[in-house]
């Protein structure tokens, strides 16, 4: 059709240029008359450019329907804060991330009592590697769910997963029921994590969210540091078991509400082959990325505890994570169509850097959230459900600083000060927080987490608003599925760097005093320190275990730095409505004015 049209047009603009020709032309001076020849030529280039152009934006169309890769209706049609319905969806959603946050946690003071029932001492260390392989290793693959499928039924389909493992904890009659409970539990939360967030997208505009993030932020930190608490309540006044039934009624209040009055824009989709269904899910990408982190994560689990670091199966596990990453990261180049980390993602210079600093910020707060009870517990000699009640400063400090920070970062328009300002707070927390011994007043505990919690909850979730800025629509799942990945990693790696900190400097500084088994100590752990250690070396091992603490401490403040050097290359963004470019609801359309 193009070509034809070119035709008939060449052919009437030679005919008309004969026409001009045989009438007489009378120049006037200081002007001038284009030849013949390139009045052909300037209209042969000019209709050609326009069929080149029409031709290039056909094919940069893409092959779904209008409507598949931004939502049906915008957030701000949908965002309606002074409905009881939006309330309730957002209470339900945050408690569904209350739930998965919190189940990560309030096991750390029902291990000794679930291993006393089961009498099973040598599964301790799976109780809480379950969880953390499956939802680890799985993170990322919900990121191609979410993308692909109802938001709503991939969302309620793993709150049911949920619910069925805590069922299975709860219940367990064994401890190998037990572990594959959490097992169950830890695949669900992925997808829990994920759609959390995505759940709000569609029905906040993005310069409303950064108050949404706020709170998102202040329930995952506070679910986290609560865990032990509301686990060593469970555990001292009730049974362990009720650490997981709880989940059952809160998950489903959840669920009934979702269902009845919870109906998110529907996409339009094309059909697809199973064949298709599968590909979508980048099984071959897959197949290398999820024995990767299982081994990564079983290395850093059993090293230094069940083998020594030099074991021939802690080496092999770490050769395994290292071939089978790489091969991982070539398919993902190689196969970009079918990517679960595509290279356009990861490669995005804010995504890249808002991703490893959500990875250091959480891990900084995890050092926290595991070690400071033990602080307490080994340095002041209190309960586990005391230890709890004393880290509640930072709990507090944390929803304040989430909070303000939300509402801050709505005002100005910009997260990046947020995201500087976080870790600059919490590194004077943390250096202060390592200078803490026997004798440290509560006055001073207490104000040295108030500036830690503060910090982290400026800026803990920041990373998110990040993603859903600078992202076109359709990768915002994947964006926040590798955010929420690296988060997930973080905690698991520097969970494990500040048990090995622990182990080493109480062997170093415990072995020279006579009588006194180290091995024990540190098997026995912090709540049966009383029982097994003379009275007359109990001043010895509080301070044995006040400087390994500080350590440990001292770790955290090198990754709170590390999460400021992150902060410093995310782009400048505005998130405000009508400048800068909002962007079609991931919100990723970049304009005059981004820095």
């Known amino acids: 059709m193009a070509s034809l049209r070119l035709s008939q047009e060449v052919e009437s603009a030679v005919e008309n240029l004969g026409r001009s020709q045989t009438q007489p032309t009378s120049p006037k001076m200081g002007s001038s008359t284009l030849p013949p020849n390139d009045e052909i030529d300037k209209k042969l280039s000019t209709m050609e450019s326009s069929d080149v152009e029409k031709q290039d934006t056909a094919s940069q169309l893409p092959d779904e329907k209008p409507g598949l890769n931004e939502p049906a209706e915008s957030a701000d049609s949908l965002y309606q804060p002074k409905t009881l319905k939006f309330w309730l969806l957002i209470i339900c959603n945050f408690l569904s991330l209350f739930l998965v946050a919190l189940d990560r946690t309030i096991i750390a003071t029902a291990i000794p009592r679930i291993t006393d029932e089961f009498n099973s ?38 709150v049911v997963i949920f619910e069925i493992g805590s069922a299975i ?19 669900a939360s992925a997808g829990i994590f ?39 309540g469970f555990t001292s006044s009730v049974t362990w078991r009720w650490c997981f039934y709880i989940n059952i009624p809160i998950g489903g209040f959840t669920m009934a509400f979702m269902i009845l009055f919870w109906h998110p824009s529907k996409m339009t989709r094309e059909p697809a082959s199973v064949a298709t269904h599968i590909k979508r899910l980048d099984p ?44 991982f990261a070539a398919i993902q180049i190689l196969m970009p169509e079918t990517a679960t980390v595509p290279a356009r993602v990861i490669t995005q210079r804010s995504v890249f850097c808002a991703a490893f600093y959500t990875f250091f910020a959480s891990s900084a707060m995890m050092l926290m959230v595991y070690y400071l009870p033990i602080w ?31 509402f801050i970062t709505q005002k100005i328009g ?104 180290t091995s024990d100590i540190i098997s026995e752990g912090a709540t049966k320190l009383g029982s097994i250690v003379p009275s007359e070396y109990m001043v010895v091992v509080q301070q044995a275990y006040n400087f390994a603490c500080t350590r440990i401490f001292l770790a955290a403040l090198g990754v709170t730095f590390a999460a400021l050097l992150s902060s410093l290359g995310v782009e400048w963004k505005s998130i405000k409505k009508g400048k800068n470019g909002q962007g079609p609801s991931g919100d990723a359309k970049a304009t005059k004015g981004d820095a």
């Open 121 to 158: 001492l040598g599964d301790i260390g799976w109780y809480g590697s379950a969880y953390m392989l499956t939802a680890a290793s799985s993170q990322l693959i919900y990121g191609r769910i979410y993308k692909f499928y109802s938001m709503k039924v991939v969302f309620l389909t793993s």
């Open 169 to 187: 904890c709860g219940a367990a009659p064994n401890s190998g029921a037990f572990i594959a409970g959490r097992a169950i539990a830890g695949l």
């Open 194 to 232: 994920s759609g959390c967030m995505l759940i709000i997208i569609p029905i906040v505009p993005l310069h409303k969210r950064p108050m949404f993030q706020g709170m998102f932020g202040m329930v995952f930190g506070l679910a986290s540091a609560l865990g032990p608490l509301i686990g060593g």
């Open 284 to 327: 071959l990408g897959m197949f290398f990325f999820i024995p990767s982190i299982i081994s990564l994560l079983l290395a850093l689990q059993w090293g230094g505890s069940a083998y020594s670091w030099n074991n021939g199966r802690i080496i092999s596990l770490f050769i395994i994570f290292g071939v089978f990453i790489l091969a």
């Open 376 to 406: 307490f517990q080994t340095v002041k000699l209190v309960s586990p459900v005391n230890s709890g009640i004393y880290v509640l400063p930072l709990v507090l400090s944390l929803v304040v600083g989430s909070l303000i920070s939300g």
């Open 414 to 517: 910009y997260y990046v000060p947020a995201m500087y300002i976080c870790p600059c707070i919490m590194s004077v927390g943390l250096g202060l927080i390592s200078t803490l011994n026997l004798d440290t007043g509560s006055p001073r505990w207490i104000g040295y987490q108030v500036l830690a919690g503060f910090g982290l909850g400026f800026g803990l979730q920041t990373g998110g608003l990040v993603i859903q800025r600078v992202l076109p629509f359709e990768d915002v799942p994947t964006g926040i599925s590798i955010m929420f990945f690296l988060q997930q990693l973080g905690g698991c790696i520097f969970t494990t760097v500040g048990q090995t900190i622990l182990s080493n400097l109480l062997i170093s500084q415990l072995s020279d005093v006579p009588g006194l088994q």
